[in-house]
């Protein structure tokens, strides 16, 4: 096991239990794709789940065996048009989907049970909302009016009722 690994390296990112004695991450470096990765904490073993498509950033979330991020979708017809879509990855199976079409959502978190996604819309003309989904087809359950122009920042479950999130004015202010 060594000293090497009496820490967290610094390309392993955004660490979360999948259980009592395993933790799930984003692994990355100058010469490899980031990639899903799980660690079993006591026999130090670790298995790459799958690749990260490309995205703004390495965040994700997970709850449940799946894992939740944003990545980018180009536009076929207009290169100057990028989307973040959300993608769900199952990590027993290593099956991953694409959940909407067309999606500015950046930083998204699943709920406990895995059904509902919470997620920071970004309208094309500047809007910031925060959008739950259904987990399974996409559609939007709920969301958040913000007739004061906040910005959101990586919203969470806090439950199964309550949403958190950071929050900044139009003053930059948090």
Same mark, same amino acid.
């Given at each position: ?74 536009? &076929? ?8 879509? %959300? ?6 199976? !290593?099956? #991953? @989907?694409?959940?909407?079409q ?27 909302e ?10 939007? &359950? ?8 906040? %910005?959101f ?5 806090y !439950?199964? #009722? @309550?949403v ?11």
């Amino acid at each position: 096991y060594g000293m090497h690994h009496a820490h967290f390296v610094a390309d392993e990112q955004f660490p979360d239990w999948i259980d009592s004695s395993n933790i799930i991450y984003v692994k990355s470096s100058f010469k490899k794709i980031p990639a899903f990765y799980s660690r079993n904490t006591i026999t130090g073993t670790e298995r790459k789940i799958s690749t990260k498509a490309i995205s703004s950033d390495n965040y994700f979330s997970y709850n449940n065996g799946k894992i939740v991020y944003s990545a980018f979708q180009p536009d &076929i017809r207009w290169g100057w048009k990028n989307y973040e879509v %959300i993608r769900v990855l199952d990590i027993e199976t !290593g099956k #991953e @989907k694409t959940l909407t079409q067309k999606t500015r959502y950046l930083s998204p978190d699943i709920s406990k049970d895995g059904k509902m996604i919470v997620a920071v819309h970004c309208g094309l003309s500047g809007t910031n909302e925060l959008h739950v989904l259904d987990a399974v087809n996409g559609n939007i &359950i709920s969301n958040l009016p913000n007739p004061k122009d906040f %910005i959101f920042t990586y919203p969470k479950f806090y !439950g199964s #009722e @309550k949403v958190v999130s950071a929050v900044r004015n139009k003053a930059g202010e948090m």
